[in-house]
Structure formats: structure tokens, C-alpha cells
């Protein structure tokens, strides 16, 4: 069964540090793997998009790393402000021949940056 | 570029009564979209997917007689939540492919969603 596991559930840093999100997939076969943000109350936002040919993309203060043999993923948040308190969501897209787009969810990661 | 939208962004209906929603892509042409619900603190769950032109495809455990879906056009589709009941109460969210993109991401691109309370 495709499942993404993300972790920790939830994280609370203060204002200028930095974290890593974590995800784990046992999506297969895997197309590419997806970090969204989702503010409460909104549609998620996509941050970055990787094929598994793709070891790390940048989207500014947003750096995610891909390990298409152990199937894990990671996004970095540097120098965080106020407004990344978000969830942040893991999503992976199978491979279909048939053209199936279906997305895999994780939970998402609940982060709150306090001042 | 990809925006898609969302209307209305948030309503409160009686117990009993019909909800439209609507989902627009508004600077491109979406051949497939994708209805979800979300429950608090909980991931978007697939409710179905509709081509343009064609039937929507209902995931498991979703009632299609309950939530009709129609994709009209290329930059429509709607949900309707029929003789809604206060469980039906969520976050609805939908997303939009772009069928004429030539990218390999297959890209969905998400509206910012509705909230639906039944009384």
C-alpha cells in the first residue's frame, strides 16, 4: 500500500533558526515527490516538485532533499520566520502508465515559529 | 500563472439543504480536477477525480448520489453536497491539471478551499 509517513507530527522554534522536516514514502513506482505549505484555513501552496532524478531543489528560504533508494525526503527551512508557521505537507506522486495522477498525502508537519 | 479559485470560501446551511461549489482554473485549461476533504488536523483525502466531458470517478466509501460532480468545461467543475448533514461539515478543497502542460510533473495545482458547516 502507498503510504508517506511524515514527522515530527508537530514543531515549535523560535523566530531565525533553522529545521528539517522529515518524509518517508513506500510509494512505488514513484514519479515525484512534492513539499506543500499549508496555511490554516487555506489550499496548500506548492514549494517544490522533484523527480527522482533530483537530489535537492531550492525555493528560497525552502531547501528539499531526495533519496530515491531509501525513499526519504527532507525540507529545510532556514533563518524561519512568523508567517512559515504552517502544516507542511509530503505528497508523492506514483508512476501510472495509464495516466492515473492520484496524488499520496502525508499528515503534514504542524510547525508554529514563535517569536 | 496556475491559479485556481474557489467559491464560495465559506458557507453555513441548514441541515437538509443543497451546497454548490464551484472550482475555476483561471489562466489555464484544466482537462482533469480533483475534489478532497480535509478534517482538523487531518491530510486532504481524494473524494473523486472528473474529466472534462466525462463522469467523475468516486474513491471508495464516497457516495456519488450525495456529492454530484460536474466538469462542464475546461475551467469549471463543481461539487454539490446534496441534503447536506452536519458530518458533511469539512474543509473542501480542489485541484487542477493542466492538460496542455509540458511538464513532466504533472503538476495539480489546488484551490484555497471551502469550508462548510451544516447546522
Known amino acids: 500500500k502507498n503510504q508517506v509517513e511524515q514527522s515530527p507530527q508537530s514543531l515549535i522554534i523560535l523566530e531565525g533558526k533553522n529545521c528539517t522536516l522529515q518524509?518517508?514514502?513506500?510509494?512505488?513506482?514513484?514519479?515525484?515527490l512534492r513539499w506543500y505549505k499549508q496555511d490554516t484555513g487555506r489550499g496548500p501552496v506548492s514549494l517544490t516538485i522533484?523527480?527522482?532524478?533530483?537530489n535537492t531543489k531550492s525555493n528560497g528560504r525552502y531547501t528539499a532533499t531526495l533519496d530515491a533508494d531509501t525513499k526519504q525526503s527532507s525540507l529545510h527551512i532556514t533563518a524561519s520566520q512568523l508567517s512559515d508557521s504552517a502544516s507542511y505537507i509530503c505528497?508523492?506522486?506514483?508512476?501510472?502508465?495509464?495516466?492515473?495522477?492520484?496524488?499520496?498525502f502525508g499528515k503534514g508537519t504542524k510547525l508554529s515559529v514563535i517569536p | 500563472g496556475a491559479v485556481v479559485s474557489q467559491h464560495p470560501s465559506r458557507v453555513i446551511c441548514k441541515s437538509g439543504t443543497s451546497v454548490k461549489i464551484e472550482c475555476r482554473s483561471l489562466?489555464?485549461?484544466?482537462?482533469?480536477m480533483f475534489w478532497y476533504r480535509q478534517f482538523p488536523k487531518q491530510s486532504l483525502m481524494l473524494m473523486a477525480t472528473?474529466?472534462?466531458?466525462?463522469?467523475?470517478?468516486?474513491e471508495q466509501g464516497v457516495e456519488k448520489d450525495k456529492f454530484l460532480i460536474n466538469h462542464a468545461s475546461l475551467t469549471l467543475s463543481t461539487l454539490t453536497v446534496t441534503s447536506a448533514h452536519p458530518e458533511d461539515s469539512s474543509f473542501y478543497i480542489c485541484?487542477?491539471?493542466?492538460?496542455?502542460?509540458?511538464?513532466?510533473?504533472?503538476?495539480?495545482?489546488f484551490g484555497p478551499g471551502t469550508r462548510l458547516t451544516v447546522l
Open positions: 522533484m523527480t527522482f532524478s533530483e
Open positions: 485541484s487542477a491539471r493542466d492538460g496542455n502542460s509540458l511538464s513532466s510533473y504533472n503538476e495539480q495545482f
Open positions: 518524509c518517508n514514502y513506500t510509494v512505488s513506482p514513484f514519479s515525484n
Open positions: 505528497v508523492v506522486s506514483p508512476y501510472s502508465g495509464a495516466g492515473s495522477y492520484q496524488l499520496t
Open positions: 472528473s474529466n472534462e466531458g466525462s463522469k467523475a470517478t468516486y
Open positions: 489562466d489555464f485549461q484544466a482537462t482533469t
